[in-house]
């Protein structure tokens, strides 16, 4: 079966610093890894997704994830955080040929001015 | 514009009642999917749906019963059987795999 792992159940991040969010995950074949973000009260919006390819994938709102086989994770980074990125972050993992998700129990991010 | 509409956005429900969320989609996406979300617990995977006049059971389906007899709609009822259906659901369809589309929720209580 498959697991997630964010280890940060909270984040505070000034206002134009870098942010980076940890997502593990384990799974036995190739996994597909999505990030998710959820302001709240609302449902969850894509940021970006790995399927296969090219390791560093970019995705909207100028986030940007990188998926390490050796160490099991898929870390989404920012370079500089804007006080609208504060919400709610799930990493999620599928498997090909599989349409369902399993998500981490997701990272609340603060922006502090 | 394309999306997932959930309705209601609140709902109330008195013990013994069942009650029924509405989800509908103009996506044309073949895969719908139901989610409970609770504070610090994730998504959880209640049941889903590949194709019209089939569904499967997620990882919490007990308590909770589905219908898919029209590609735009999934609508989940959540049954007396469920002792703590207070929660967050979320409705979501996908074309690709993962590639979730996700409805604003409906917000469940019970009273």
């Known amino acids: 079966a498959q697991s997630v792992t964010q280890p940060d159940i909270h984040i505070t991040v000034s206002e134009g610093a870098s942010l980076e969010l940890r997502c593990n995950y384990s799974?036995?074949?190739?996994?597909?890894l999505f990030w998710y973000v959820q302001s709240p009260g609302q449902g969850l919006q894509l940021l970006l997704k790995?399927?296969?390819?090219?390791?560093l994938v970019q995705g909207i709102k100028g986030f940007e994830a990188e998926f390490k086989r050796s160490q099991s994770s898929f870390n989404l980074r920012k370079p500089s955080v804007h006080w609208s990125d504060a919400a709610e972050y799930f990493c999620?993992?599928?498997?090909?040929?599989?349409?369902?998700?399993?998500f981490g129990k997701g990272t609340m991010l603060l922006v502090s001015p | 514009d394309g999306g997932i509409t959930q309705s209601p956005k609140y709902l109330f429900r008195k013990e013994g009642q069942n009650v029924t969320l509405s989800c509908e989609q103009n996506?044309?996406?073949?895969?719908m999917y139901w989610y409970r979300q609770d504070p610090g617990q994730g998504l959880r995977l209640i049941y889903y749906?590949?194709?019209?006049?089939?569904?499967q059971k997620g990882d919490i389906a007990e308590g909770y019963s589905v219908s898919r007899e029209k590609k735009e709609s999934f609508p989940l009822t959540v049954t007396s059987a469920q002792k703590n259906p207070t929660a967050f659901y979320l409705c979501?369809?996908?074309?690709?795999?993962?590639?979730?589309?996700f409805g604003s929720g409906t917000r469940l209580t019970v009273v």
């Open positions: 996506l044309n996406h073949d895969a």
């Open positions: 749906s590949q194709i019209v006049n089939d569904f």
């Open positions: 999620a993992v599928g498997a090909k040929g599989y349409s369902t998700l399993t």
């Open positions: 979501a369809s996908s074309i690709d795999p993962g590639s979730y589309t």
């Open positions: 790995y399927f296969s390819g090219d390791t």
């Open positions: 799974y036995g074949a190739t996994p597909y």
